[in-house]
């Protein structure tokens, strides 16, 4: 299934910003929709040979296209399969079919410099990704490489959707007489000293809208790619509320993957992300 998609902008001089801004206002969506390819849970129409996972994605990126701000694959469903190959043709099908639909790898890359040289080559070159999930706990020199791709995307973890994320993210950091919680000060270095390129955005969960509320706080209009509805059991309007009814990238995966176990699972996966992003429009109508 293939839907009819007005062509955006896909200048090589737009940046992920500027992409992301084009595509969420032409679309008038903040739905996100995250490639998680399972192929245990896979329609037997599918199949288990190779290019499984690249079919399903790709009958997914088809039928949902006009309806996101972006699409997130997740390297780990690729990479456990030895589907990188896969991963690379699908992002370049999305570019190539769906020109101005930004394109995040989720690959939550956090090491030293000289790695994370290797690591943005990998998002950037080698999956010609518009942007790249990352984790700060190594600092600022273990970003900085990905922000060398001037016009590329960097999303920070700030404030992540699964329980244990409480276990180091709301540790109090201290300096001098002030004393935060850890997401909060990460929210303040991506905002300010991080954000050389003013490509940065970050991760809240929708599992802590009293969280996004004070991130949104702190980084005024920044992006904020926000995983947790659906299946996660995020409340939306609480989401969009917190949010500020804008600039949210809120992402859904297996609610929308895997709405039918039959043939029918791209027109399932369509209906479902249409009623998710009519219930994001209505919350940011509330919102507002």
């Not at 790709?58 to 296209?65: G, L, N, Q």
């Not at 699964?162 to 002030?178: E, M, R, Y």
């Not at 009293?210 to 706080?217: D, G, L, N, S, T």
């Amino acid at each position: 299934m293939k839907t009819t998609n007005k062509t955006l902008s896909n200048s090589p001089e737009l940046s992920f910003m500027d992409s992301l801004k084009a595509v969420t206002k032409e679309r008038e969506s903040m739905l996100c929709v995250g490639l998680d390819p399972d192929p245990s849970r896979f329609p037997p129409s599918i199949g288990g040979q190779g290019g499984a996972i690249l079919s399903f994605c790709r009958e997914i990126v088809d039928a949902t296209a006009d309806l996101v701000c972006a699409f997130k694959p997740q390297i780990a469903y690729f990479a456990a399969h030895r589907a990188e190959d896969q991963l690379e043709q699908l992002i370049s099908h999305i570019h190539q079919n769906h020109p101005g639909t930004p394109v995040i790898l989720d690959a939550k890359r956090g090491d030293i410099g000289s790695t994370a040289e290797q690591y943005a080559i990998e998002a950037f070159e080698r999956y010609g990704a518009d942007a790249v999930t990352v984790n700060p706990y190594m600092g600022f020199d273990s970003i900085e490489p990905y922000l060398k791709y001037a016009n590329k995307g960097v999303i920070v973890l700030c404030r992540t959707s699964n329980p244990g994320g409480s276990d180091l993210q709301f540790l109090k950091v201290t300096d001098g007489a002030q004393s935060e919680p850890l997401y909060e000060r990460v929210a303040k270095l991506a905002t300010t000293q991080w954000n050389k390129t003013g490509q940065i955005g970050l991760v809240v969960g929708a599992t802590f809208p009293e969280e996004i509320a004070k991130v949104r706080e702190i980084v005024g209009d920044m992006p904020l790619l926000i995983p947790g509805i659906g299946a996660q059991g995020g409340d939306i309007d609480a989401t969009v509320k917190a949010g500020k009814g804008a600039n949210m990238m809120i992402n859904s995966s297996r609610a929308i993957l895997y709405a039918s176990k039959d043939s029918d699972f791209a027109e399932a996966a369509r209906k479902v992300a249409i009623e998710t992003r009519d219930a994001l429009r209505a919350a940011a109508k509330k919102a507002n």
